[in-house]
């Protein structure tokens, strides 16, 4: 019977929360707003974060999940003045072809292949790309990040030991230079060099390499021979052995480089190995940031919908003076009063909970069908939103409820 009491109760209440809503729909629109923008921001930031890692996630393992990399510098965010003493990674050597070759002799490693991007401009005949991104890749490219090719080949080993001037373009470049029609066997211009396209493949664009734009993808001696290219900043890429872990293959990798390089035991490694998982903690860092900020500032809309709870409901507690003097003096107790005036801040609250979710779902889906990133709202979001809306709603109605249930009746009563 107690429980059919409060749920009869709790149904009361929600009922004139929102016959107070009608009354009042100034008041009660800024108040639900408030809440819809707090919700609105958690739903979509935590829609995007979401469909961000499970891009980043996707980046990082197309490589292949064990694949690491050699570089000449790491990644971090110690501040640098260009001095030796901020920025000592400035005078590591550059990671040499010789080094690369010697890695290809390590039992626990697979395949090794250099990397290094460059800019640049694209022409055929009367088209121009007067920005593009030109990558010099080595002959086992494919076997360390397999493309999807549409059409034609990529290059050979003997073109990339030569330097040949041919490129593999990706579908953009395709379309912008050649207005959708076939680009193998064509001649172009990069840098104002003529190379032959040789393949097409599809690029699909994540959230790390930002909007999609058109790339040229050739033997990295031709980058640096014919692009001007400085490949002394090139990065390694290291997949190990099927029969060896990415631990010992790394281990090889670092004990090999450093007999090359003559390191002794008390030098540190001036090279940089970074796993994928290195990666994505800087990535986590970085974002991690970016997501409490938001928070914050979804807490900020929250504030101004709880203030605007506080403001609605005390008027309502001052309107209802006599009414609750009269619910007093038929056996109310303080207890049920103040549950009733929770119940109606919590519909508030709830309200513009339901409208910032309905918006944020919209918004979410609209930028996983226009955008790279795959936006989702996550279950866990809905139930936060919903939890921190309901929070809202029982912090900022405590006050006016607790008032309600202190009023002595007789005071209530003669209350005009």
């Not at 010697?102 to 694209?122: D, F, I, K, M, P």
């Not at 080993?157 to 912008?176: F, G, L, M, Y």
Request: proline share 5%; aromatic share 8%; glycine share 8%.
């Amino acid at each position: 019977m107690r429980l059919l009491d409060r749920l009869r109760m709790s149904l009361e209440g929600v009922t004139i929360a929102l016959d107070a809503m009608r009354a009042n729909k100034v008041r009660a629109g800024l108040t639900i707003l408030g809440v819809a923008v707090g919700v609105f921001v958690v739903v979509v930031i935590s829609a995007a974060v979401h469909g961000i890692n499970l891009s980043v996630a996707r980046e990082f393992e197309s490589a292949g999940p064990t694949t690491f990399f050699v570089q000449r510098y790491p990644i971090t965010f110690e501040h640098c003045d260009d001095t030796g003493d901020t920025c000592r990674w400035r005078s590591n050597p550059p990671i040499t072809f010789n080094e690369l070759a010697t890695l290809e002799r390590l039992e626990s490693v697979a395949e090794v292949g250099a990397q290094q991007g460059w800019g640049g401009s694209a022409r055929y005949r009367d088209r121009y790309l007067s920005s593009i991104s030109a990558i010099g890749v080595t002959a086992n490219w494919p076997q360390l990040s397999p493309p999807e090719m549409v059409d034609g080949r990529v290059f050979t080993d003997q073109e990339a030991r030569a330097a040949a001037r041919v490129v593999v373009i990706n579908t953009v470049a395709q379309e912008r230079l050649f207005s959708g029609e076939g680009g193998v066997g064509k001649d172009i211009v990069l840098n104002g060099v003529p190379f032959l396209v040789v393949g097409v493949w599809k690029d699909n664009s994540s959230f790390l390499e930002g909007p999609e734009r058109p790339k040229f993808v050739m033997p990295i001696l031709a980058l640096g021979r014919h692009m001007g290219a400085n490949i002394r900043w090139m990065t390694l890429l290291v997949k190990p052995d099927v029969n060896a872990t990415q631990p010992q293959a790394i281990d090889d990798v670092t004990a090999a480089l450093r007999g090359v390089r003559g390191l002794r035991p008390s030098r540190e490694s001036n090279f940089a190995v970074i796993t994928q998982a290195k990666l994505f903690d800087t990535y986590n860092k970085i974002f991690g940031m970016f997501f409490l900020v938001m928070i914050a500032l979804s807490g900020v809309g929250l504030i101004v919908g709880g203030v605007g709870v506080v403001a609605i409901m005390m008027i309502s507690v001052t309107e209802r003076t006599r009414e609750i003097g009269v619910r007093k003096a038929l056996g109310a107790t303080r207890l049920i009063i103040l549950w009733q005036f929770l119940i109606e801040a919590v519909t508030l609250t709830a309200t513009g909970a339901m409208l910032g979710l309905a918006v944020g779902w919209i918004v979410a889906i609209v930028v996983r069908s226009s955008t790279p990133i795959e936006t989702a709202v996550p279950p866990l979001a809905v139930l936060a939103a919903l939890a921190m809306s309901a929070l809202t709603g029982i912090l900022f109605g405590m006050l006016p409820a607790m008032r309600a249930s202190r009023l002595d009746p007789v005071t209530a009563l003669r209350y005009e």
